[in-house]
């Protein structure tokens, strides 16, 4: 039921509709892209049967790849990648009954966004990792649904002197609903 530890799983995303937010002006946009993940590792916590923590109910995810761009009309306006520190954030995949098969999927994931522009694009990092999660019947998802739980918002430079700098939040990906599925 689980995978085996050092397969690559390669998810195309789709969501539509998605607020984003850029310099206080709200859009709405399509995404689409692709997320890659790794399985890392089998826990080592002994746990016990029925326990989340179990080795035998989970397995931790690296997210290595990520890249989303959102668009209207048939016009880049964003596109969502994942910001340096990334590889801190975990992901998993956990068994959540046996019969008839539940799986939780959560990816923490933490983004940058590039804003695209008339005068070129500007990069943000978002300030805390977005939570990415589905409820499935089968790994791979296989056209499943999934939802980000929170807003994503997006900090502008530590600079006074940059006129991003006088925003709290640059820019805003709002929470969404999305359909994952397994290439």
């Not at 890392?40 to 109910?57: L, M």
């Not at 761009?69 to 969502?80: A, F, L, T």
């Not at 522009?117 to 990792?129: H, I, L, R, S, Y």
């Amino acid at each position: 039921m689980l995978p085996s530890v050092g397969d690559e799983i390669i998810y195309t995303l789709r969501a539509e509709d998605v607020a984003f937010s850029y310099l206080n002006t709200w859009i709405y946009l399509d995404f689409e892209g692709e997320i890659r993940q790794t399985v890392e590792s089998v826990p080592e916590n002994p746990g016990v049967n029925g326990d989340p923590d179990d080795p035998e109910n989970h397995v931790l995810l690296k997210t290595t790849f990520l890249s989303l761009r959102g668009e209207r009309d048939g016009v880049d306006h964003v596109s969502i990648g994942l910001a340096d520190r990334a590889s801190e954030f975990e992901s998993r995949l956990v068994v959540g009954q046996l019969s008839p098969p539940q799986l939780v999927h959560r990816s923490l994931l933490l983004l940058k966004a590039g804003v695209h522009t008339k005068d070129g694009t500007v990069e943000f990092e978002a300030n805390d990792p977005l939570l990415l999660d589905g409820l499935i019947t089968r790994f791979p998802p296989k056209d499943d649904h999934y939802r980000a739980n929170d807003s994503v918002y997006f900090k502008g430079p530590e600079e006074r002197d940059d006129p991003y700098g006088m925003y709290e939040n640059v820019a805003i990906l709002n929470k969404f609903q999305a359909r994952m599925d397994s290439k």
